[in-house]
């Protein structure tokens, strides 16, 4: 049975992709396709801020693109040696906080100092609200903007000329929902109702269940092995023991 991940795919060097692996483990043949892409923004505005540590209480991210936009911030050779020179010193003394582990940690006294939170720009206001509530002052930069892979129209008629339509559908993000669904529904057409869609998480379910869409399956936390599980379950209901 075919699945389709609308996800970009992991990096070449390190292996093959662990949700094509895991899904190969339940004899299920999944296929990536790149959906979203990202533009790098506010550089100048990034290192300005970046220059003085001292303004700050530590770093917040939520997503592995604020890391890479600091690292594109570095490239230019005088903000490296600065970088090197002083201010990664700085502000490896200063706590880091990561999605995840973000709220929780940050139940510690308030600190005068904001912390600082590289961003998308479709950051959700969660986190946020949470630190406001808890007294901590927040200071958000807008370093990357979400927008369609340029493939994606391309890569979907492809998929589905070629290798029909999946048994399953996952979606990773409510931005993969707004790229994709619609291309989707088109190639599928009539048959759309036959699609097991899958989500990583409850809010790209949402995402889909906002546009009408029945979710099957939603991982019980965003990794290959429970969304291989919630997958083959909801492909094969009749293996699933009832209690009695």
């Known amino acids: 049975m075919k699945v389709l991940l609308l996800k970009d795919p992991k990096d070449k060097d390190s292996g093959p992709d662990p949700y094509i692996k895991e899904l190969g483990s339940h004899s299920l043949e999944a296929t990536l396709i790149p959906v979203l892409s990202f533009e790098f923004i506010s550089h100048d505005s990034l290192f300005e801020k970046l220059?003085?540590?001292?303004c700050y209480g530590g770093l917040v991210f939520t997503s592995p693109r604020a890391l890479e936009a600091i690292k594109m911030c570095l490239k230019e050779k005088s903000k490296k040696e600065a970088w090197s020179k002083s201010l990664k010193q700085m502000w490896n003394i200063k706590p880091t906080y990561v999605v995840?582990?973000?709220?929780?940690?940050?139940g510690e006294k308030p600190?005068?100092?904001?912390l600082l939170f590289p961003c998308g720009a479709l950051k959700r206001e969660v986190l946020p609200t949470v630190l406001r509530e808890k007294g901590i002052p927040l200071e958000?930069?807008?370093v990357y903007q979400t927008?369609?892979?340029?493939?994606?129209?391309?890569s979907l008629s492809s998929y589905f000329s070629q290798q029909g339509i999946p048994a399953s559908i996952v979606f990773f993000s409510p931005?993969?929902?707004?790229f994709c669904l619609q291309h989707i529904q088109k190639l599928s057409g009539d048959l759309i109702n036959q699609v097991k869609f899958a989500a990583i998480g409850p809010t790209t379910a949402q995402a889909l269940e906002a546009a009408g869409i029945p979710v099957s399956c939603t991982a019980g936390s965003p990794t290959p092995q429970d969304l291989a599980a919630g997958i083959h379950r909801a492909l094969h209901p009749h293996n699933c023991s009832v209690p009695q």
């Open 100 to 106: 995840g582990k973000a709220t929780a940690s940050l």
């Open 51 to 54: 220059s003085h540590p001292e």
């Open 111 to 114: 600190n005068s100092s904001a």
């Open 175 to 178: 931005s993969g929902v707004k």
């Open 147 to 154: 927008t369609q892979h340029p493939d994606l129209q391309e």
């Open 140 to 142: 958000s930069l807008t």
